[in-house]
């Protein structure tokens, strides 16, 4: 739904400005950047959080 969608750019936007270094940080974000060019733009924020979602295709999260 579109207040789903609004308030996953919320936690986008409140995610992508806190740092914390803690060893793991360096993975997740690799996962998350699929293009590889050191950003998370907001579409590869939404792809990698449907593979978290329970009815998503198991293909789609061995994929990832």
Avoid at 24 to 50: A, G, P, Y
Wanted: aromatic share 10%; with cysteine.
């Amino acid at each position: 739904t579109v207040n789903e969608i609004e308030a996953l750019y919320e936690l986008f936007k409140k995610l992508s400005s806190s740092i914390i270094d803690d060893g793991l940080i360096h993975k997740v974000f690799d996962l998350f950047d699929e293009k590889r060019n050191d950003v998370i733009e907001f579409e590869e924020f939404i792809h990698v959080l449907n593979v978290f979602h329970p009815r998503a295709p198991i293909e789609e999260k061995i994929d990832c």
